[in-house]
């Protein structure tokens, strides 16, 4: 299950999975674009990136500082099955 | 208007020409207005409700507070590039008394209590001095590498450690 956490303003959209085995939470970027999406996914707390199609090394880099930022948020969101202010969209 | 990120339908986002403020952001549903509920963002990596026009409930205001805070660092950033902030985040004039009246009725009213990024450690006893974000300086000494400081400070939060800030001085940076 993916539940949404923030939409950047390049339309980036952020979401998260569930707590996994092993503590894992992976984290999606994907970005629309003309022939579809940009993406990428990370795996926390390891800070692993599991997939990166379209995305600039900069973007990755300030997605790792995003994610650094934002691990106890999504982390506890993972938790619940989501923010509950970002569902009630 | 440069916008931020979308939360849980809420727009966050800079209104230009207010740059001559400390750098906050609106919040707000619809269309954007500088009327929007507005929240300053502190020096201590932490937020605060200026006003609340956008009248949004009081759990929605917590979640969306929790969530600037936590993308304190590139609002920031993101201010100062686009709207050439030159002020820094918030800091506490402490001869004023408007700051800790506001925080304080929100604290009471709005049981909100704290707003601190997870990275916030509490202000040592020296707290009206200027900003000192926790023990960055005796951590930067530990670890010199530049990364390996950023690292080290951002999950080290013992939440049995935080101590609520007096009244009036929780915007001190």
Excluded at chain 1, 28 to 49: N, Q
Excluded at chain 2, 3 to 24: A, V
Excluded at chain 2, 61 to 77: K, P
Excluded at chain 2, 124 to 149: D, I, M, T, V
Aim: charged share 20%.
């Amino acid at each position: 299950m993916l539940y949404p956490y923030i939409t950047l303003a390049d339309e980036t959209e952020i979401l998260h999975t569930d707590i996994k085995p092993n503590n894992v939470v992976e984290v999606h970027f994907e970005r629309p674009h003309e022939d579809g999406f940009d993406t990428a996914r990370c795996a926390l707390p390891s800070y692993t990136w599991i997939k990166r199609e379209g995305f600039a090394d900069s973007e990755i880099d300030f997605f790792n500082d995003f994610l650094h930022s934002n691990a106890h948020l999504i982390y506890r969101y993972a938790q619940t099955g989501g923010a509950d202010i970002a569902k009630s969209v | 208007m440069p916008s931020l990120f979308k939360y849980g339908g809420y727009l966050i986002y800079f209104w230009s020409n207010e740059n001559d403020e400390p750098i906050h952001v609106h919040v707000g549903k619809g269309k954007p207005s500088a009327n929007a509920t507005k929240i300053w963002l502190t020096n201590a990596g932490g937020c605060v409700v200026a006003h609340n026009k956008s009248e949004i409930p009081v759990q929605d205001l917590r979640d969306i507070m929790e969530m600037i805070a936590a993308q304190h660092f590139w609002i920031c950033v993101s201010g100062k590039n686009t709207l050439q902030w030159i002020g820094s985040s918030f800091t506490a004039n402490t001869t004023s008394t408007v700051y800790p009246v506001l925080f304080s009725f929100y604290r009471k009213v709005l049981s909100i209590r704290t707003f601190e990024h997870p990275a916030y450690v509490p202000p040592a006893p020296s707290f009206l001095h200027p900003l000192k974000r926790g023990n960055e300086g005796e951590q930067h000494a530990a670890n010199p590498s530049a990364n390996a400081h950023k690292d080290s400070h951002r999950f080290h939060w013992d939440p049995a450690g935080f101590q609520p800030v007096p009244d009036g001085f929780l915007l001190v940076s």
